[in-house]
């Protein structure tokens, strides 16, 4: 989730995250976490630093553009817990054989991957 500044609108932090501000706390599906009071930025707006701590979600700052990002969430105990990554097999573009990511073990590699949602 991309935002201008460290405050969020809980209608906005929900359409784009699923995760429902609720009197018992930050709420997605079953799972609901606590928010202390801090939470509260006034004028009905969050505070994205306690949300990110609270809820597990990496914050980062690109300051040269005035950005933040926020999430994904790993309070649902999805986190990667290794750095190795898991078995993987695509077809090589151009000759349509199989390419397994294990044949590159070893060496370092950088995922990239894209999605239209």
């Known amino acids: 989730m991309l935002l201008d500044s460290t405050t969020i609108d809980p209608a906005e932090l929900a359409g784009r995250t699923g995760w ?3 009197p018992e706390g930050a709420c997605k599906g079953e799972l609901c ?3 202390p009071p801090e ?3 006034g004028g009905g707006r969050l505070d994205a630093l306690v949300l990110a701590d609270r809820l597990a979600m ?3 700052h ?3 553009h005035g950005l933040w ?3 994904p969430e790993t309070a649902a ?3 990667l817990t290794t750095v190795e990554a898991p078995g993987l097999e695509l077809p ?3 000759s349509g054989e199989p390419f397994r990511l294990s044949s590159l073990r070893g060496t370092r590699v950088a995922l990239v991957a894209w999605a239209p949602w």
Do not use: F
């Open 20 to 22: 429902v501000v609720k």
């Open 33 to 35: 976490v606590p928010l």
């Open 39 to 41: 939470v509260d930025a």
């Open 58 to 60: 990496p914050l980062i």
């Open 62 to 64: 690109d300051e040269a």
């Open 69 to 71: 990002a926020l999430g």
């Open 77 to 79: 105990d999805t986190a």
């Open 92 to 94: 090589e573009l151009a």
